[in-house]
């Protein structure tokens, strides 16, 4: 079985896949990657299942060494990524040589970059996912230097057309036809997230309906897999709300007694006592996931038809993006 060692674990490089779900009466959340489409697609690029288990990398990446020939696909955010001193492209297969090493470093945009690799990381599951949910202390793997990852059985066919390019002396070999990042990934903040009100939005005095899609937040620095803090404007409730606990899940944008908002992230809780002001919609979350600490998020109202419409476009076109790279790789 092929083996990566680490190196180095750069600032947070956890082990995530498509979410431990299922199993939210237990209280236990989804955790699994911040950004699903870019995991999906570093995955696809490498002939994984869509949810299979690789390494989530935020803001500065690690540095790894490969035991063996192992076909990777780098997605997301912009990294600085090299192989052996040579530059490793994104978006595309590459098999990279036994004995290479892997050295990832800051971002250029965006705060989170996957790496996948053929087979997948081998981890023992826990309630069927190999995911680590970092605030709750379950399942996965954080990185650590001198860790080591195992590989799962991957499908030979998926690296031949590859191989024989290895016979070079560069440390990898790199297909010669990529994704096109722009439709998955925004290198700027301009775009609002979109969000659906949520039931206590009517709760909002006057001003602080206004604010909301008129303000523009900022990312606080605490923010972190399970929520992000939004700095700006101060939000208030026309009067105060005693509230049992009720469902929430990621996407979910809370208001707390100081009137800073906070929207759920990956590893939120499975409830909340906080008033439920609006909900990010599915196919922005990913977006919202690569702003970083600082960066500006702005909000836009749209319904739950919009939501849901969105959502079946993107699905599709992940769909036709398989069905693809599949054949691209399996030729």
Excluded: K
Excluded at 184 to 200: D, K, L, M, Q
Aim: with cysteine; aromatic share 4%; hydrophobic share 45%.
């Amino acid at each position: 079985m092929n083996a990566i060692d680490v190196l180095a674990p750069g600032l947070l490089t956890s082990v995530q896949d498509g979410g431990r779900r299922g199993h939210a009466a237990l209280g236990v959340g989804c955790a699994g990657a911040m950004d699903p489409v870019a995991l999906r697609l570093a995955n696809l690029l490498v002939g994984n299942a869509p949810d299979a288990a690789a390494l989530e990398m935020t803001l500065r990446g690690p540095r790894l060494r490969v035991r063996d020939a192992t076909l990777v696909a780098l997605t997301g955010a912009g990294i600085e990524a090299h192989c052996d001193g040579a530059p490793l492209p994104a978006w595309r297969p590459v098999l990279v040589r036994a004995g290479a090493e892997l050295a990832f470093g800051g971002m250029r945009h965006g705060a989170r970059s996957y790496l996948a690799m053929a087979g997948g990381v081998a981890l023992a599951p826990l309630l069927g996912s190999c995911s680590t949910d970092l605030n709750a202390g379950l399942g996965g793997m954080l990185l650590s230097a001198g860790a080591s990852l195992a590989c799962g059985p991957s499908d030979a066919r998926t690296a031949t057309a590859l191989r024989a390019s290895l016979a070079s002396r560069g440390p990898f070999a790199a297909a010669a036809w990529q994704l096109d990042p722009q439709p998955w990934f925004e290198a700027t903040a301009a775009r609002p997230i979109r969000v659906c009100t949520g039931t206590h939005f009517p709760q909002l005095d006057n001003a602080a309906r206004r604010a909301l899609f008129a303000t523009q937040f900022l990312i606080g620095v605490d923010s972190n897999r399970v929520g992000y803090r939004l700095e700006g404007a101060s939000l208030a409730l026309r009067e105060p709300l005693e509230l049992i606990s009720e469902g929430v899940v990621p996407g979910t944008l809370q208001l707390p007694p100081g009137g800073t908002p906070i929207v759920l992230m990956a590893e939120a809780p499975t409830s909340g006592g906080y008033p439920r002001i609006a909900q990010v919609i599915g196919v922005d979350l990913p977006r919202l996931a690569q702003r970083r600490p600082g960066d500006p998020v702005r909000f836009a109202e749209t319904s739950l038809d919009d939501a849901q419409t969105r959502y079946l476009e993107r699905e599709r076109a992940l769909q036709r993006i398989q069905r693809r790279v599949t054949e691209r790789l399996h030729g």
